[in-house]
């Protein structure tokens, strides 16, 4: 979208690339195509999401993680980090 000047009930109203307008705003009326909606807009600019399957297909290897932490108090939560000054 560029940025245009329209009359709306006699006075100039400036709208910029990227304002959101409402369907019923008096700007819209005989301009609808200068306006593409927010959903498409989205869209666009999503990138494209791609889905990793939790099993690898036959002869395919399989991506391992490594081990998780674990605190040094044995008592198998991972550690935190804590703030100065702070105590156990």
């Known amino acids: 979208m560029h940025p245009f000047t329209a009359y709306v009930d006699g006075m100039p109203r400036v709208v ?3 304002d959101l307008v409402e369907d019923s705003d008096p700007v819209m009326r005989g301009r609808t195509h200068l306006f593409e909606s927010v959903d498409d807009h989205v869209a666009q600019q999503r990138p494209r999401a791609t889905v990793e399957t939790a099993t690898a297909d036959p002869g395919e290897p399989r991506a391992l993680t490594g081990p ?7 008592d198998g939560k991972p550690p935190t980090r804590r703030g100065r000054g702070s105590s156990k």
Do not use: I, L
């Open 68 to 74: 998780t932490a674990v605190s040094k108090d044995g």
């Open 16 to 18: 910029r690339a990227g």
